[in-house]
């Protein structure tokens, strides 16, 4: 069995579901008493979040190296980031660590893959939606991506994402205002799947409200994880 260093916190609603899953399926997978090796450094996403606002990417990504530097000393095989956003200095950390980053963006590209579904939506913070390292790491996978293009649906989506579904508020009327958007990019663009591009919005909506397939990057990260773990990857 390998152990995976998990880079967790942003929000923790999310990195509680890595947890639960991720020791779920281990155990399903290896039978008795398995469980997963895990190391879960949990950062403090208030001071995270203040350098997102404030454009401090670098400072970001600087703490996350430190982060990933303890998680090597400990010995992890892998290092895996909770969440969509920060996977913006992801980048970073592969030049300057010396072990393997799962990127959750070429998890979901895989299970779009797999589907024969290359035509896809993307939500997820407006960082995610407006900016290139998610985005061109799909098209990299292969995948034709579209996000919504109007500003006010984008600052929508965000809002909820960071002022409800982080503190694990579940409101039917943000489901709403998702399933419609999502719906225009289905008549707008003819998009064959969305990408659930944040961590926290499996919490709001699931596939058998909507008319195309989803592809959840929280699961199929988690997935691969897994298969890091009991060494199938």
Request: proline letters at 1%; hydrophobic letters at 40%; charged letters at 25%.
């Amino acid at each position: 069995m390998k152990t995976v260093g998990i880079i967790g916190g942003m929000s923790y609603q999310s990195t509680l579901h890595y947890y639960q899953r991720i020791n779920e399926q281990v155990n399903e997978k290896l039978g008795g008493l398995a469980s997963a090796k895990l190391l879960i450094y949990n950062v403090d996403f208030e001071e995270i979040r203040k350098l997102m606002i404030e454009e401090k990417w670098q400072s970001i990504g600087n703490i996350l190296l430190e982060i990933s530097r303890k998680l090597e000393q400990f010995g992890v095989d892998y290092i895996a980031i909770a969440t969509n956003t920060i996977h913006k200095v992801a980048s970073f950390l592969e030049e300057n660590i010396s072990i393997p980053l799962i990127h959750i963006s070429d998890c979901v590209a895989k299970k779009c893959i797999e589907n024969n579904i290359k035509k896809v939506g993307v939500l997820g913070t407006r960082y995610t939606m407006t900016e290139e390292f998610v985005i061109d790491r799909l098209r990299r996978n292969g995948l034709e991506t579209f996000t919504p293009n109007d500003i006010s649906d984008i600052l929508t989506i965000d809002n909820i994402i960071f002022y409800e579904l982080c503190k694990g508020v579940i409101k039917n009327s943000s489901k709403k205002i998702y399933i419609n958007i999502i719906n225009n990019m289905i008549k707008k663009y003819g998009i064959e799947g969305i990408i659930f591009g944040c961590t926290e919005i499996e919490m709001l909506i699931s596939e058998k409200e909507l008319s195309i397939p989803v592809f959840d990057t929280t699961k199929e990260h988690i997935n691969t994880i897994v298969e890091h773990i009991v060494e199938k990857r």
